[in-house]
């Protein structure tokens, strides 16, 4: 069966079904288009491009909630999106969400699929919960998880407890807690810690450690301040490595007994009226910073600078949104640009 009719049968299925739900059911679309460019590169063309749409559904309602979303990429097109091969149409997003109000503050949840977390709201860093330190997103990341997670909301806070695994039989996995305050005043606060804990239940396995914190308050409507930090280490056992059951720690990066702290800091400029707000959405200028990070890649010392920055502008026009930011690569001083169109369909 083609996958055109595979997509076209999962999507009116699913509008099938929410009518007999007692709830709003919407389909979702968009178009997608970016190119990124290194400086650096010798080459004259693209360093990396693609066109891909992601279609699917959402149903709203109030004691059940449920999206299915497919990533679809053009034949004619690759589908290698820093350094990760992808489907040329994946099953990127399928959760639902079962709710249970307890009271007038507090309500339970219960969710189980596929979603992601990309919660630091940075241009390109972040999320360093879930993140390997080796890779700068572009705009939005895949930190994407197979989990059961149970949530508690209570007034301004949001507690979930997730246990995600990374294989068919539960044999590799860890367990993620986070913690949402959404205060009445513009603060808003995050704190997760994950580790692999599943891991070590059957296997011989290093146990790493990830706490991070991330905090966006703004000044006055118009600028933002945001930034996280995160603390990471694998435990330094000594474990037999030559056993059947040994599995490498979750990233090569990550070595046993070494730390690493990385954080970054960042400012949003969102014009609300004037030229300005004609001009622009958002201007956001970021810097990171990760203390050796040559460790990171197992390279020779001054290869890459601990310091990493980037400068990003926004417009969103009607249903669709233009990203074009330059940040640096390697060292601070080898430039990378990249553009990215999403159009929404509704």
Not at 22 to 49: M, P, R, W, Y
Not at 181 to 201: C, G, I, Q, W
Not at 306 to 332: C, H, P, R
Request: hydrophobic share 40%.
């Amino acid at each position: 069966m083609k996958y055109s009719k595979i997509a076209t049968a999962l999507i009116f299925g699913m509008a099938t079904f929410a009518f007999a739900l007692d709830g709003d059911f919407s389909l979702k679309g968009n178009v997608q288009t970016q190119v990124t460019k290194s400086i650096a590169d010798d080459e004259h063309n693209f360093s990396s491009g693609w066109f891909r749409a992601n279609v699917g559904g959402q149903y709203k309602g109030e004691s059940l909630e449920g999206l299915i979303m497919l990533r679809i990429f053009a034949p004619e097109f690759g589908n290698k999106i820093e350094g990760k091969m992808y489907d040329k149409i994946l099953a990127d997003l399928y959760w639902v969400n079962y709710k249970w109000n307890l009271g007038e503050n507090d309500m339970l949840n219960l969710k189980l699929g596929r979603w992601k977390t990309d919660w630091s709201q940075s241009t390109h860093f972040g999320t360093y919960v879930d993140k390997e330190l080796t890779k700068r997103g572009l705009w939005m990341r895949d930190y994407s998880h197979n989990a059961v997670e149970l949530g508690w909301k209570h007034g301004l806070s949001q507690l979930n407890a997730m246990l995600a695994t990374q294989d068919g039989n539960a044999n590799r996995g860890y367990l993620r807690i986070e913690e949402d305050m959404k205060f009445t005043f513009p603060l808003e606060m995050k704190v997760a810690y994950r580790s692999n804990v599943v891991d070590v239940l059957q296997n011989t396995a290093y146990l790493t450690h990830r706490l991070a914190a991330y905090a966006s308050y703004n000044v006055i409507p118009e600028l933002r301040v945001y930034g996280e930090y995160s603390c990471i280490y694998t435990q330094n056992d000594k474990l037999d490595k030559t056993a059947d059951n040994y599995i490498a720690p979750e990233t090569k990066y990550y070595l046993p007994g070494i730390y690493f702290q990385p954080f970054y800091l960042g400012l949003d400029f969102a014009p609300q009226t004037g030229i300005l707000n004609t001009l622009m959405s958002n201007f956001m200028v970021e810097w990171e910073f990760i203390d050796k990070r040559d460790n990171l890649y197992a390279a020779q010392e001054h290869t890459y600078d601990d310091w990493a920055w980037t400068v990003a502008w926004v417009k969103k026009i009607g249903s669709s949104k233009l990203q074009f930011s330059v940040y640096s690569e390697n060292e601070m001083s080898d430039v990378g640009l990249a553009f990215r169109l999403t159009s929404t369909i509704k």
